[in-house]
């Protein structure tokens, strides 16, 4: 088993980037915090893509789409051959967008 890549989209860094600067207004360790354990998480998958649940906003889900939440950011992500590609994170109190 080959380990995969992670690849984020310019639309996930952007909006994460603006998640974390949004924390940071209030604590900055708080925001660091946060950053650190999603990102943590996001390498993880590099060993267990499928470990989350298929993403359930994913309309016609081929069971490549999977997602996670933690510190109420829901972090979409794809499951390819060879890498994993970061699609959006939103925080859990906006509303959803199918895709």
Same mark, same amino acid.
């Given at each position: 088993m080959t380990n995969k890549k992670i690849t984020w989209s310019k639309v996930?860094?952007?909006?994460?980037?603006?998640?974390?600067?949004? &924390?940071?207004?209030? *604590? &900055?360790?708080?925001?660091?915090?946060?950053?650190?354990?999603i990102l943590e998480k996001v390498e993880k998958l590099i060993l267990h893509p499928e470990v989350y *649940?298929?993403? $359930?906003?994913?309309?016609?889900?081929?069971? *490549?789409?999977?997602?996670?939440e933690l510190h109420r950011y829901r972090v979409a992500y794809r499951v390819l051959e060879n890498e994993i590609f &970061?699609?959006?994170v939103r925080?859990? *109190?906006?509303?959803? $967008?199918?895709?």
């Open positions: 996930a860094a952007k909006q994460f980037e603006a998640g974390i600067r949004y &924390i940071a207004a209030d *604590s &900055i360790q708080n925001a660091e915090k946060v950053r650190n354990e *649940s298929l993403d $359930k906003y994913k309309t016609n889900n081929d069971g *490549s789409y999977r997602a996670f &970061i699609l959006r925080h859990t *109190s906006r509303e959803p $967008k199918k895709y």
